[in-house]
């Protein structure tokens, strides 16, 4: 790894600072102390007029580290370049639209058969062609990505794998001897392949496995209340359960399963991981086989996951799949940005979650705004919302089952939705900002216009951009149109338009869905740093577990019979409510001692029978 000395010019101010990185750049100062006849070394920093910036030459740099720890404005950072591996020819190569080499996947995943292998990654490194290379959908080009499609045969692709069981799984690929079920993260293409058919014609035509395991699958999935729908009817969580069930119903020798809990709750992402677990180890008539999942909730992946295998490197230019690491060691390895036993460090910045059980003293706080009770019928549907008070400066966490009714309350609040007639509701006399669940791409406009137009906010200075859009790379993106924006990216757009407004409550309903695990810290951090000094409130609807622990102050829970009828408890401290939500889910979590990170017990586990007899549901270390 290569250890490089960055300049942010969006900080940098020539006009104040007086060069001063230049002046102590140990370089310079050997220079001055040079006799006129001595020949004089070149600076590494300097100006240049063209340009009118300051330079560094990295290729010079002694690395100490002088320049930055003077710079006034701290414009002037280190980060640590991963390098692109030289002695193991890649797996696959793209080329670029200039038709130079572009993105680069080394390595292959490890196939066993009976394990669930969890895959851990930031959007942009591989992922998904990692899952079409195995799948057959691409064939692997192993470094030449001039071959045309037509030339490339599964011979060549043989000839390159090393590791006996990817061989074999490539060989039987080319001979259609192994089949492949694979949910895809894109899942609008169903629409088209299911046109005009119900959800269970559907399955009941395509099911190939045991009619108990199909069951299992309809039962686990909620499958039965979507079954007379057309999937045009779906919601998003509907779709993807629907998408999940057509691959578990296929008898395939490797199942793979790409983002499965987006849009979903947090019971059913725990359900979803018990079913992924069954149909590796092979439940009733069916076989063990190897099933490969990625997923960005890493309280689920360490649930579900028998082996982690991480990927690192610099998005969109090259990916690098670690060999398997037990999961623990997995997880916290990629928090860490280190990988031990390859003694590599990929990343500047290790992430960290509060150990601490500790929480705010609720006796004596400022109140916000208060709502009495309140409810919101539909045509199939009642929300009945109970007495509750939102304290100044809190963030508060809503948690339950989809269906029951979370983001209904959130557009009461919003003022986007009139609870019923006669209920105790005045409205909030406070500017809101809303950031909504469901996000389209409908516009015309480019990213900077769209955030002016949603937040009624001009502010587009160094420090504003460092302290709101970077962290989320959405200031390289402020010329980009909406409409060619990829999921991840519309929703950081569409976060940082909510935040950008100056509003006394911000809600925001799922911002960590489409975001990769990076990113879902990063937005946590920010949602905190912008309600604290802006001195407002946030309410944030999240199904990341460990995202609403290590984010929110306190809980307000939504229970019921989804699609039919919800209620809410609490606001609860937030003690109570994540022992009540576990509770409901019937599980416990543990704190990891190392990361402070969320770890579910396995059922029945020596920590879970001794968290649920001493009745700590919630954040126990160990």
Sequence with gaps: MEKVFLVDYNLCSLQFCNRICIQKCPITVSNKRKKSHEKKEEVPIYFNKSMNKIRINNDLCLKCG????????????????????????????????????????????????GQV???????????????DILAGILKPNFGDPNTKEEDETWEKAINKVRESEMRNHFIALSHNERKVAYKHQVLKVLFQKYKNRYVQDILASESEISENFFRKILDSLDIHP??????????????QRFAIATSLIKEADLYIIDEPCTFLDVKKRITLAQLFRQRAQGFDEERPCPVLIVEHDLAVLDYVSDIIQLFYGIPHKFGVISNPITVKRGINSYLDGYLQYEKLQFRDKAYRFRKSTTERDWTHAKVFAQYGKMTKTFKSFKLEVDIGTIYASEILGVMGENGCGKTTFARILAGKLSPDPGSDYKGILAIVSYKPQYITQHSDQNVKDFIIKHSYNYNFTPEYIQLLYKPLGVDKLFDHKISDLSGGELQRVYISACLAKNADLYILDEPSAYLDVEERIQIGQLIRTITKKANAIA???????????????????????????????????????MNEVLKVLDITFRRDPKTGRARLNKKGSKKDRQQRAAGHWWGVKG
């Excluded at 190569?93 to 080394?106: A, D, E, P, T």
């Excluded at 199904?543 to 306190?554: K, P, T, V």
């Design 66 to 113: 002088a320049c930055a720890n003077v710079c006034p404005n701290n414009a002037i950072y280190v980060s640590h370049l991963i390098d692109e591996p030289k002695d193991i020819i890649p797996t696959h190569q793209y080329l670029s639209k200039s038709n130079k080499v572009g993105f680069s996947l080394y390595n292959l995943p490890t196939l066993i058969s």
């Design 226 to 239: 979507i079954a007379n729908r057309m999937l045009t009817e779906c919601s998003g969580g509907e779709l």
């Design 117 to 131: 292998t969890g895959l851990c990654g930031p959007n942009g490194i591989g992922k998904t062609t990692v899952l």
């Design 539 to 577: 309410i944030v609807i999240e199904h990341d577990i460990q995202i609403a622990d290590s984010l929110i102050d306190r809980l307000l829970l939504f229970t019921g019979t989804p699609g039919i009828y919800g209620k809410t408890i609490g606001p609860l401290t937030k003690k109570e409510g």
